[in-house]
Nanobody, 126 residues
């Protein structure tokens, strides 16, 4: 079954940028719908962004639209989350996730994804 490993988290000042990576093994990324979620202390896990298997409509959560960009490199079996204009409210553990599905569209619902990474901490603070 697919295994996912996140990297790229850390401490950044407000207004700064980070790029998260999610390396996938044991399954071809091109046949999966992928997503990023995040969870702040005391809050529910929130959908950040997702991409269907073969392109199509990308979804972003309202709180990150215009600041975050999701992308995928199927040849590398890796997908990414570029985070710009970071703010303290973006502080959370970020998780990558996927579901083996080729259909169009994607959802930002945690129940829609079967495989998850272990999470990487992002802290935005001065």
């Amino acid at each position: 079954q697919p295994q996912l490993v996140e990297s790229g988290g850390g401490l950044v000042q407000p207004g700064g940028s980070l790029r998260l990576s999610c390396a996938v093994s044991n399954y071809p990324l091109e046949y999966t719908t992928i997503a990023w979620f995040r969870q702040a202390p005391g809050k529910d896990r929130e959908g950040v962004s997702c991409i269907p298997a073969h392109g199509g409509d990308i979804n972003y959560g309202n709180s990150v639209k215009g600041r975050f960009t999701i992308s995928r490199e199927n040849i590398e079996n890796t997908f990414y989350l570029q985070m710009d204009s970071l703010a303290p409210e973006d502080t959370a553990v970020y998780y990558c996730a996927l579901v083996i599905r080729l259909g169009p569209g994607c959802l930002l619902s945690r129940r829609d994804y079967d495989y998850w990474g272990q999470g990487t901490q992002v802290t935005v603070s001065s």
